[in-house]
T-cell receptor
């Protein structure tokens, strides 16, 4: 079974540019999450999809961030325009729905974003 | 609102010594509690979880944690550290029936030969 995959692993962009991060969850996982870790800080929740619907987007920092999950499969997180404070590691995770949620999130390796 | 506090962002232990990583939580309802581990250049993986059964939870690689409601704690322990335990450990909490998981700041464990 393939794990959660994220692309790119590292992206370096200039302030004001656009970046799109992609996440492919584990096949069959309806739940998909985006988290972000700014250096030295905790891993912060950004949003949660159930299939293609946004279940909770309370952690999205502002309207420069747009997440989509068309067709309920892979997801993209676009930052436009990027600011310096957007630098960090963006983690994607997925989880099953059947059997109830008991907290096991399956994480990708993360996409490191550096904004110069 | 739920939160976790991890005491000590860096912990160093000698190989063979006891590992103790501290975590205190705050939750308005009975929580689910977790420890995740991140090895270098890898994603986070679940080490163990408390969901309501036994208060002493055993996880992978010889780790265990004890849920203490009176102390609102969920400390992670391992009797004897191994070099391969060097990693970053995250305590996390979620409310039952709600799929949002809140993480602590993480504790980097260094194992000294």
């Amino acid at each position: 079974e393939a794990g959660v995959t994220q692309f790119p692993s590292h992206s370096v962009i200039e302030k004001g540019q656009t970046v799109t991060l992609r996440c492919d969850p584990i096949s069959g996982h309806d739940n998909l999450y985006w988290y972000r870790r700014v250096m030295g800080k905790e891993i912060k929740f950004l949003l949660h999809f159930v299939k293609e619907s946004k279940q909770d987007e309370s952690g999205m920092p502002n309207n420069r961030f747009l997440a989509e999950r068309t067709g309920g499969t892979y997801s993209t997180l676009k930052v436009q325009p990027a600011e310096l404070e957007d630098s960090g590691v963006y983690f994607c995770a997925s989880s099953r729905t059947s059997g109830g949620f008991h907290g096991e999130l399956f994480f990708g390796e993360g996409s490191r974003l550096t904004v110069l | 609102a739920q939160s976790v506090t991890q005491l000590g962002s860096h912990v160093s232990v000698s190989e063979g010594a006891l590992v103790l990583l501290r975590c205190n939580y705050s939750s308005s309802v009975p929580p689910y509690l977790f420890w995740y581990v991140q090895y270098p250049n890898q994603g986070l993986q679940l080490l163990l979880k408390y969901t309501s059964a036994a208060t002493l939870v055993k996880g992978i690689n010889g780790f265990e944690a004890e849920f203490k409601k009176s102390e609102t704690s969920f400390h992670l322990t391992k009797p004897s550290a191994h070099m391969s335990d060097a990693a970053e450990y995250f305590c996390a909490v979620s409310e039952r029936g709600y799929q949002k998981v809140t993480f602590g700041i993480g504790t980097k464990l260094q194992v000294i030969p």
